[in-house]
Nanobody
């Protein structure tokens, strides 16, 4: 059974940094692409970033240049380094993988104060 567990969220001031982690199990980790999404209060879930099995990355325009996604195929973990955080980055951040079905973690709250 595929499981994704996010961690690393918290409260940070604008301009600060956080690193989120997504630990995956029950899946052939190195062969899968992983994604980060986020959902702010009363808003739809939105795409943040992707890392492919080969390490290629993609970002939404709203985070490009500030966030960096990476992966550790030994630890079966995906990371999202978030720098220069803004209040509008406040959201619950979710890890996602598609492996015959879509799987989501429980999310981790990121709150950026102004």
């Amino acid at each position: 059974q595929v499981q994704l567990v996010e961690s690393g969220g918290g409260l940070v001031q604008a301009g600060g940094s956080l690193r989120l982690s997504c630990a995956a199990s029950g899946i052939w980790f190195s062969k899968n692409a992983f994604h980060w999404y986020r959902q702010a209060p009363e808003k739809q879930r939105e795409y943040v970033a992707t890392i492919g099995s080969g390490g290629n990355t993609e970002y939404s325009d709203s985070v490009k240049g500030r966030f960096a996604i990476s992966r550790d195929n030994v630890k079966n973990t995906v990371y999202l380094q978030m720098n220069s955080l803004k209040p509008e980055d406040t959201a619950v951040y979710y890890c996602n993988v598609y492996n015959n079905n879509g799987y989501w973690g429980q999310g981790t709250q990121v709150t950026v104060s102004s």
